[in-house]
């Protein structure tokens, strides 16, 4: 019988033997830190040229290699929020390199905020951080993608509190919800030649999540409650980019790819055996 133990150094290994992606023009948003980070690291490690954008530049270059053989991603200042800010990240990457093969929509998030006392003008941030910004980056790289012989693919990054309620965090739930349905309504539209995919990812470790989990005990308590027994890297959601980007997956788009480690696990369990 087949056995496959998953302890956490396991778990967390360097993935092996992905496909290659060299020669392909790749746009992260939010690529300066976090999630964005780490999957503009990951198509720059598999060969790749990497565009990022947020709107401050990296505390450190987001690079791969050392001496001769460093290559950088190429950074480029820009609010997604503002719609022309979001087209200059895309000519941009455009102009450089003549293409654009994948448009990775990363940036997004939100801090906890009470639904009940929340004000008109954060929810239209939030709103418009993780759904409209998604739309218009999408809507320039489709413009390019659709003249392209090779077409292209968007990956809109999500969250799992865009399938089960996000107490705490509403409009930023609501938002996904709506992203994962614009992320199958323009698979349909933008077909044959685009494919457009999301991610919904689950409990991510990074460093903004003390603020929503707490100290390293709670962390751990929360991890106790993912059946893969750890929360999420930034790399588990990079590769699953990865997956979708590679050769195997061209028949897939209009799907949202949940990455959880097995979910959460039912409260009525908890309360029954107690």
């Excluded at 906890?112 to 759904?131: H, K, V, W, Y």
């Amino acid at each position: 019988m087949f056995h496959s133990p998953c302890p956490q150094e396991d778990a967390l290994a360097e993935p092996q033997q992905q496909e290659r992606m060299d020669g392909k023009i790749v746009v992260v948003t939010g690529g300066s830190k976090g999630i964005g980070r780490a999957i503009a690291t990951r198509f720059l490690e598999l060969g790749a040229e990497v565009v990022i954008c947020a709107r401050k530049a990296p505390e450190t270059p987001v690079s791969v290699g050392t001496g001769a053989a460093s290559r950088d991603a190429h950074f480029v200042a820009a609010d997604v929020r503002e719609p022309d800010q979001a087209a200059r990240v895309i000519d941009e990457a455009v102009a450089r390199h003549g293409r654009l093969d994948l448009l990775v929509n990363n940036a997004g998030g939100s801090p906890p905020a009470d639904a009940a006392t929340a004000s008109p003008r954060f929810s239209a941030a939030i709103i418009g951080l993780n759904l409209l910004a998604p739309l218009h980056l999408a809507q320039r790289a489709n413009a390019v993608m659709q003249k392209q012989d090779s077409g292209g693919l968007i990956i809109n990054i999500a969250s799992i509190s865009a399938l089960r309620p996000s107490p705490g965090t509403a409009a930023y739930g609501a938002a996904k919800a709506g992203l994962v349905h614009l992320t199958q309504s323009l698979a349909i539209e933008w077909a044959p030649r685009v494919r457009v995919n999301s991610i919904s990812a689950g409990l991510i470790q990074t460093a903004d999540t003390a603020q929503h989990y707490g100290d390293a005990a709670a962390l751990a308590r929360v991890a106790a409650t993912i059946p893969l027994g750890r929360l999420g890297q930034p790399t588990d959601v990079a590769d699953a980019c990865v997956l979708l980007a590679s050769s195997g997956a061209t028949w897939i788009s209009g799907s949202n790819l949940v990455v959880h480690g097995g979910g959460e696990k039912p409260a009525f369990l908890g309360a029954a055996s107690s």
